[in-house]
């Protein structure tokens, strides 16, 4: 079950992204990579540390979906 929640190019996404096509909806899903594989009950604040710089980057990598999905989200 977790590896289906946190899977970020698995069956679960591709039935997602068609349902939502399907329908006309749009379809975000943001994911962002991590260079090391991290267990939920991590507590190390290296690991932690490092987990929240990658995350900062994609931000800043993908702002602009970012923005696409506020405005959806706004008009709604």
């Known amino acids: 079950m977790i590896e ?3 899977d970020t190019r698995g069956r679960s996404v591709d039935r ?3 349902w939502c096509h ?3 909806a749009a379809f975000y899903r943001f994911s962002p990579p991590l260079s090391v594989e991290t267990s939920l009950d991590e507590t ?3 690991a932690l540390m ?3 710089f990658e995350t900062q980057v994609y ?3 993908n702002q602009e979906k ?3 999905l506020a405005q959806i989200l706004k008009s709604i």
Do not use: H, T
Request: charged fraction near 20%.
């Open 66 to 68: 970012i923005q696409q």
């Open 59 to 61: 931000i800043v990598q």
């Open 44 to 46: 190390r604040d290296s």
């Open 22 to 24: 399907s329908i006309g």
């Open 50 to 52: 490092k987990m929240l």
């Open 4 to 6: 289906q929640v946190c």
């Open 16 to 18: 997602s992204r068609a």
